[in-house]
Nanobody, 124 residues
């Protein structure tokens, strides 16, 4: 079992940046592929970015390519999501998740463990 706790959300203006963190505990962090998701009101949860167990491979959904960067620090058991040039449509609850089975998990259904989320609100 692994526990995940997100932080770093908040209220910002359009064009601003935020860095989300997801601290994990419970098992060896490098055993998990990690991902960041978001869910806006009335919409399904979507995978935004994923990173492989040792951080050598990444995946991004088209809507955040060039603006968001996923990274991980296995020594700190933490995965990050750097979000730049934020837009009002980025407003959502952001979740991190962990997967045990795949080197890089790009399907949301592959993830086994979830954090409780952090709210990001972008005003226009």
């Amino acid at each position: 079992q692994v526990q995940l706790v997100e932080s770093g959300g908040g209220l910002v203006q359009a064009g601003a940046s935020l860095r989300l963190s997801c601290a994990t505990s419970g098992r060896t962090f490098s055993n998990y592929a990690m991902g960041w998701f978001r869910q806006a009101p009335g919409k399904e949860r979507e995978l935004l970015a994923a990173i492989s167990k040792i951080g050598t491979r990444t995946y991004y959904v088209d809507s955040v390519k060039g603006r968001f960067t996923i990274s991980r620090d296995n020594a700190k058991n933490t995965v990050y999501l750097q979000m730049n040039s934020l837009k009002p449509e980025d407003t959502a609850v952001y979740y991190c998740a962990a997967d045990t089975d795949y080197a890089l998990a790009i399907n949301g259904r592959q993830y086994d463990y979830w954090g409780q989320g952090t709210q990001v609100t972008v005003s226009s």
